[in-house]
C-alpha cells in the first residue's frame, strides 16, 4: 500500500510539473464566470432582478463533459503513452513495484487531479454564484458540493477508458484523438443509432442529475449505477492486463 | 558463495525471430560480470527480461533467490539498472529525476540523493533541466539512478555510451571500487571488449542469441592476448570464420 501512495505522489508530481494543468484549472474557473456574468448583465439591461440559479449546476455540462475529459485524456496520456514513447517508463519498471502498483497509482494520480479540478470549479462556481446572487440568498452550498463529488465517479470510469485506449496504442497524439474520439462516438451514439440510447456510460456523465435532485425509482438507479461501474471493472481488468503484458 | 543471479533456459523470441535461446549462467556475489556481443547479439534482451521489462517465453530467472516474475519487487529490491538510453523526464531537473526515482526506496534521503549527483559529477547542474543535457550528461544521470539506492546487484547496459575518456576511467574505477570495498555485484554488457577486460572477472560471450561461453577472465586470456581475441576465438569455433 505504501508503494502504491509513493507512486502514486510521484505520478501526481510529473503532473504538477506541467503547467497546462494550471492553464486550463484557470480556463474551468474563469468558464464558471460566465454564467453569473450573463445573468449580471440581462438583470442590469432589463432593470429587474433575474436570478438564475444554482450556477454550480450550470456549468457542470461544460466542464464535465468537455473540459475535465479533455484533462483526463491528456494527463492519461501523459502518464502512459508519451511514457512509452519516450521509454521513461522504465525508470518505474525497473523499481522493486509491481505492475498493478503502478497502473493504479497512474489512475489515481489523475483522479486526484481531477478531483482539485473539480473542488477548484465548486469553489469558484459556488464564490461567482455568492457574489452576484441579486437576491441574496444563500446558495445551498451541501447540495452543490454533493452535485459536484457524485461526478467524480464516471469521471474515474472515464479514466479507466482513457487507460486502456492509452495501452493499444504507440503514438500520444493517435491515443488523445482515440480517446476523444471514442468519447464523442459513445456521447453521441444515440443520435444516429436508437438502440445505443442510455447503453453507454458517458451517456450518465452527469451523476448529480441521477442522483440528487431527482425521484428515479430505485430500480432504475440501481441499473444505471451499476451499469457505470461494470464499465469501470472492464475497462481497468483490460487496461491492466495490457500493460502487464507490455514489452519495453 | 551466495548467488545474485542465476538465469536458466532462458529463451525470448521476439516477432522478427531475434532474441535469445536457451541462456543460462549465474552470478555470485561481488563479482563484475561482463557479456560480450555484437549488436544485436542479445544482450539488452537479456537484460531487460532480468529487470522485467520483456516477457520470456521459457525459463527462469532468479535474483537473491526470488522468481523475477512470481516475486517480482523482493527480486527488485536490491537492483539498481541502467537499461539503453538513461530513461530521464527533459522537463524535471536532474535532482527532481532522482527525487522521483527515489520515493519508491526507505533508504534514499536528500543527502542521499546528492552523493548520488556528486559520484557522476553533475552536482553543479542539479537544478538543470534533464532535457537541455548532452548525451553523456544523460548517461551520468542514468548511472546515477543506478546507484541511488546502494543496491547490492547493479546491472549496466552499455555504460560507456555518450561518455567521454574521463568519464569511462571514472566509471569504470567506481565500478571496481564498489565491487571491492562493498561487494556489489555488477552485470555489464559491452561491444567493446577492451572495457570489460579491464574491470570484469567473468565473462560471457553471447552470440547472435546464443550463449557461447561462460569463463573467468584469467582463463579467457589464459591461451589468448586479449579478450577481443578470445572472443573471435570463441566466435570462430562456434560459428565458423568471422569475415572482417
Known amino acids: ?248 | 558463495m551466495t548467488k545474485v543471479l542465476e538465469i536458466k533456459n532462458l529463451t525470448k523470441k521476439y516477432k522478427n525471430g531475434r532474441g535469445v535461446e536457451n541462456i543460462t549462467f549465474s552470478i555470485e556475489k561481488g563479482d563484475i560480470f561482463g557479456i560480450l556481443g555484437p549488436n544485436g547479439s542479445g544482450k539488452t534482451t537479456t537484460m531487460k527480461a532480468i529487470v522485467g521489462l520483456c516477457g520470456v517465453d521459457s525459463g527462469a530467472i532468479e535474483v537473491f533467490g526470488y522468481d523475477n516474475r512470481a516475486e517480482f519487487e523482493k527480486a527488485m529490491a536490491d537492483v539498481g539498472c541502467l537499461i539503453e538510453m538513461p530513461s530521464i523526464y527533459d522537463y524535471l531537473s536532474a535532482y527532481n529525476n532522482l527525487k522521483l526515482a527515489a520515493r519508491l526506496y526507505n533508504n534514499v534521503d536528500n543527502e542521499r540523493i546528492d552523493k548520488a549527483l556528486s559520484i557522476v559529477r553533475l552536482d553543479k547542474y542539479k537544478n538543470d533541466k534533464a532535457g537541455k543535457f548532452s548525451l553523456g550528461m544523460k548517461q551520468r544521470l542514468g548511472i546515477a539512478m543506478a546507484l541511488l539506492s546502494e543496491p547490492e546487484f547493479i546491472i549496466l547496459d552499455e555504460p560507456a555510451n555518450g561518455l567521454d575518456i574521463e568519464g569511462i576511467v571514472e566509471m569504470r574505477e567506481l565500478i571496481v571500487r564498489l565491487s571491492k570495498e562493498k561487494g556489489v555485484t555488477f552485470l555489464i554488457s559491452s561491444h567493446i571488449s577492451s572495457e570489460l577486460e579491464k574491470m570484469c572477472n567473468k565473462i560471457a560471450v553471447i552470440y547472435d542469441g546464443e550463449l557461447v561461453s561462460v569463463d573467468s577472465i584469467e582463463s579467457a586470456l589464459e591461451f589468448n592476448p586479449t579478450l577481443e581475441d578470445y572472443f573471435l576465438n570463441q566466435v570462430k569455433e562456434r560459428k565458423g570464420a568471422v569475415v572482417l
Open chain 1, 1 to 248: 500500500m505504501s508503494k502504491i501512495f509513493e507512486n502514486f505522489k510521484g505520478e501526481l508530481f510529473k503532473l504538477a510539473a506541467r503547467k497546462k494543468y494550471l492553464v486550463l484549472m484557470i480556463i474551468g474557473m474563469l468558464i464558471c464566470a460566465v454564467p453569473p456574468l450573463i445573468t449580471s448583465l440581462i438583470s442590469s439591461l432589463a432593470r429587474t432582478n433575474v436570478r438564475i440559479s444554482d450556477v454550480a449546476m450550470m456549468n457542470s455540462t461544460l466542464l464535465i463533459d468537455i473540459l475535465l475529459p479533455i484533462i483526463i485524456f491528456m494527463a492519461v496520456t501523459d502518464l502512459f503513452c508519451s511514457e512509452f514513447k519516450n521509454n521513461n517508463i522504465k525508470i518505474t519498471l525497473m523499481r522493486p513495484i509491481s505492475r498493478f502498483k503502478v497502473y493504479l497509482s497512474k489512475t489515481l494520480a489523475v483522479f486526484c487531479l481531477v478531483a482539485i479540478n473539480l473542488c477548484a470549479f465548486w469553489v469558484a462556481s459556488s464564490l461567482l454564484e455568492f457574489a452576484f446572487n441579486a437576491s441574496g440568498a444563500l446558495p445551498n452550498i451541501a447540495f452543490s458540493i454533493a452535485a459536484f463529488a457524485v461526478n467524480l465517479v464516471p469521471l474515474f470510469v472515464l479514466i479507466l477508458m482513457a487507460a486502456l485506449i492509452n495501452q493499444i496504442t504507440n503514438g500520444s497524439s493517435l491515443a488523445m484523438f482515440l480517446c476523444i474520439a471514442v468519447y464523442a462516438a459513445l456521447q453521441y451514439a444515440s443520435l444516429f443509432i436508437g438502440w445505443a440510447n442510455g447503453i453507454f456510460f458517458v451517456q450518465y456523465m452527469q451523476w448529480d442529475r441521477i442522483l440528487i435532485g431527482t425521484m428515479l425509482p430505485f430500480g432504475a438507479l440501481l441499473s444505471r449505477v451499476t451499469l457505470v461501474l461494470g464499465y469501470g471493472i472492464t475497462f481497468f481488468v483490460g487496461g491492466l492486463y495490457l500493460f502487464n503484458r507490455k514489452e519495453f
